[in-house]
């Protein structure tokens, strides 16, 4: 299976437009590398890719990928379709770059499809798609030979889907809209997946798990069958983006376990040295950004990685 890391950042990628803290700086001056929003490309067959979320940035991540070029037809391309983790707008804002593509499949679990309802009504006035649900049973086939698997993670309800239901309660009685203004989405863990690829002729195994919010048994049994793990490093410490986003166990209120700390991520990943493992989707906070930094030297000193955007590798 071929592994393409067409983006490594999180929502906003690095520099953040808008942000001149010392990294962004640094990246804007030249001296770190900048990254795209984050997105996967897996292929088993190097003529079928499928993308792993749809960031904002697809269009230049595509273009600057020599194996996801179009061609040999006009309009042909080996872009096959995308499974989604969840519904966030930088895995998912992606999918309007990609509007007019003839025949993709989206794979995505119950309440992303849901919550994308709109969008793929508009999606669908350009090209007909398959949309489907990735929690279906017995899993995924895909064209390249990919078998796939997704497995719930966790609750995190997007932004937007609270101030969409927010703002639909308007329209009722003052007294229902009271109360559904106010009242959280139902708590649901099939909100985020994670998910499985095994490329069937050679047992390879990718496990893609960028949205973690706590470590848990599922991730544990995941990394034991994996020989490479793609995983959330967003925030290298709970307080990264100040002391209002922090909650207990060294988890951050904003859905992303961080890596360092005895709860965080590179302690649960000591348990499983056998697999690869890869933080991606590192926000532009995270001093993991700089290879010369000494957080960076603590997570590759026990064997864990951070790739640049293009990094591409075999399962």
Not at 14 to 20: A, G, I, K, L, T
Not at 90 to 108: C, E, F, K, Q, S
Not at 126 to 154: I, N
Not at 242 to 250: E, F, K, L, N, Y
Request: aromatic share 4%; glycine share 10%; with cysteine.
């Amino acid at each position: 299976m071929r592994v393409v890391l067409l983006g490594t950042a999180a929502g906003g990628g690095f520099p953040q437009w808008n942000c001149v803290c010392a990294l962004c700086a640094a990246a804007r001056a030249g001296k770190l590398p900048a990254r795209t929003q984050e997105c996967v490309a897996v292929s088993g067959n190097s003529r079928d890719w499928w993308l792993l979320n749809a960031s904002p940035d697809i269009r230049t991540q595509l273009v600057t990928t020599e194996a996801l070029a179009p061609g040999p037809g006009p309009r042909e391309t080996p872009v096959r379709g995308v499974l989604l983790t969840d519904a966030e707008a930088d895995h998912v804002m992606g999918l309007t770059i990609l509007r007019g593509g003839p025949g993709l499949r989206i794979h995505a679990a119950p309440p992303v499809l849901e919550t994308l309802a709109p969008l793929r009504a508009m999606l669908d006035r350009y090209a007909c798609w398959d949309w489907a649900d990735s929690l279906a049973e017995g899993g995924l086939v895909l064209s390249g030979g990919l078998a796939v698997s997704a497995h719930p993670l966790g609750a995190k309800v997007p932004k937007y889907v609270a101030a969409t239901a927010a703002t639909a309660a308007t329209a009722a009685t003052a007294a229902t809209a009271a109360t559904a203004a106010t009242a959280p989405p139902a708590a649901d863990d099939r909100w985020v997946t994670a998910y499985r690829v095994e490329d069937l002729a050679t047992g390879g195994v990718l496990v893609y798990a960028p949205c973690v919010a706590a470590w848990t048994p599922v991730l544990d049994g995941l990394l034991a069958t994996a020989d490479c793990a793609l995983l959330d490093g967003t925030f290298h410490t709970p307080d990264e983006m100040g002391t209002a986003v922090r909650s207990p166990h060294g988890q951050s209120a904003m859905g992303h376990l961080p890596v360092s700390g005895p709860h965080g991520s590179l302690a649960a990943l000591a348990r499983h040295p056998g697999p690869r493992r890869i933080y991606t989707h590192l926000n532009n906070t995270n001093p993991l950004l700089d290879p010369d930094s000494p957080a960076r030297a603590q997570v590759t000193g026990t064997g864990v990685e951070v790739l640049p955007d293009g990094a591409e590798f075999a399962v």
